[in-house]
């Protein structure tokens, strides 16, 4: 349909898509109670006044691991770390009402979007300052706030870094009366898209059912291995000419070293077309059972599911379910490896729960000899139903802890304390931060 300029008098639908909430606010809102927080290692915490280390030199070296309600400690940590955090990845609590081992009900308010709301509102404007202009980050969500999430990002970020909802199915799926939901939500945003690399995964081919050439080698599809003409950098060291069979000379930017198109050429891993004309554009055989650099899909199905990754925490803690839906090592681990962030990348996960996220930076710095640093958060929120671990901090670091020795990582583990004399108040509320 065309719109009509020149029309007059025509009638606007006008709907607001900026959403608006209820603004429930916090306590460290008001600085005059914010300055009466610090941040200490937990060995100094408190009394050791000439303790002057700050996060931003000790993830210089180590992890760091914060016990303490992450809205005053993403405050507290702003100014050192502006700028400094390349991935970060969060599992905040979803909203669902539900009594887990952590709160994930906001309904004890009114009006639980809005309560909700505000309280991610804070924490993702913070986390989005902290953000390098290569960076991103990853926020785990189902559709309790799933829709809502999406507008409130898009404000923070801006709607034009939106990267993607990579979504995880992760399992047999959340069941109600009319529809079983295979999927959790990731919504990914760039700090600035047009600086964030683009993201890679390795895929392992066996779906290649042709053989044009008749290699011996078996079944294999071609893959695009050059830029166009146009889209060609003359400038670019991969700049040079290679000569089919026939003849045919291809001048342009390719997408391997001069040296490694030798190799492939000798390998006759390079195919022209059929013979004899050879005069289709250059691509590269890749072979059944051969691994490859793709552009990575939205939908997440090679990792654990639920139960197995609640499996695997017990398992490493010996205690059968002290921690209710950890996130598979493995998922964490692909979002942060499809970034192509750099080797020392600075992760951070102000939702820590059991640690997953330390657990998968491990897992990825043995992997590629990375040294990857981690900033953890997460409360003293206490464990109903437990009496092996007091709180879940206590789990968090338990799992931190087995893990840093297991893949021999560094880890500081920090508190929130008070500082100045607090008000009555002021203690009671910051005792199981
Ligand atoms: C869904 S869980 C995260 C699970 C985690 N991804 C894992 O695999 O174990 C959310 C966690 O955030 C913590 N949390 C909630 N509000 C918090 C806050 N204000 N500050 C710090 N941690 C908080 C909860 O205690 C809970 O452990």
Not at 175 to 201: G, H, I, M, P, V
Request: some cysteine; charged content about 30%.
């Amino acid at each position: 349909m065309k719109f009509n300029k020149k029309r007059k008098n025509y009638k606007i639908n006008c709907m607001s898509l900026r959403l608006c909430w209820d603004d429930f606010p916090e306590q460290t809102d008001d600085k005059a109670f914010l300055d009466n927080l610090l941040l200490k290692p937990e060995e100094e915490a408190c009394n050791n006044s000439d303790c002057n280390k700050s996060i931003a030199d000790s993830i210089l070296s180590s992890s760091v691991l914060i016990k303490g309600d992450n809205y005053p400690v993403l405050q507290l940590m702003k100014d050192e770390l502006l700028g400094k955090v390349n991935v970060i990845y969060i599992d905040p609590p979803y909203n669902t009402g539900n009594a887990f081992t952590y709160k994930d009900n906001f309904s004890t308010s009114d009006d639980r979007h809005s309560a909700w709301l505000s309280f991610m509102n804070r924490r993702l404007k913070l986390a989005r300052e902290m953000l390098s202009d290569d960076g991103c980050i990853f926020i785990a969500i189902d559709q309790s706030e799933l829709y809502v999430l999406k507008l409130l990002c898009d404000s923070i970020f801006g709607e034009d870094n939106f990267v993607n909802d990579f979504m995880w199915l992760h399992g047999k799926g959340k069941k109600d009366t009319w529809s079983r939901t295979l999927q959790q939500n990731t919504l990914c945003y760039a700090k600035n898209k047009t600086k964030l690399k683009s993201f890679t995964e390795v895929e392992s081919t066996d779906w290649a059912k042709t053989n044009a050439d008749d290699d011996p080698r078996g079944n294999w599809f071609s893959g695009s291995v050059s830029f166009t003409e146009k889209r060609s950098n003359p400038k670019h060291k991969n700049y040079y000419s290679i000569t089919s069979p026939s003849g045919i000379v291809w001048t342009r930017q390719w997408q391997k070293s001069r040296e490694e198109m030798e190799r492939l050429l000798a390998e006759n891993r390079i195919y022209f077309g059929p013979a004899p004309e050879y005069n289709s554009v250059p691509r590269i055989k890749i072979f059944n059972g051969e691994q490859t650099e793709v552009i990575p899909r939205n939908i997440i199905d090679c990792v654990d599911s639920t139960r197995k990754a609640q499996r695997h925490l017990d398992k490493l803690l010996g205690v059968k379910g002290v921690f209710d839906n950890p996130k598979p090592v493995e998922l964490i681990s692909h979002l942060i490896e499809i970034t192509q962030m750099k080797r020392d990348a600075v992760v951070m996960d102000f939702f820590a729960g059991s640690g997953t996220t330390f657990e998968a930076v491990a897992k990825v710095n043995e992997a590629d000899g990375g040294t990857r640093r981690c900033i953890l958060v997460q409360s003293g929120e206490v464990v109903e139903t437990n009496n092996q671990f007091r709180t879940i901090f206590d789990i968090c670091k338990k799992r931190c802890e087995l893990i840093a020795e297991k893949y021999k990582q560094t880890l500081e583990v920090w508190k929130l304390v008070i500082e100045a004399a607090p008000s009555v108040e002021c203690l009671r509320s910051s005792s199981e931060a």
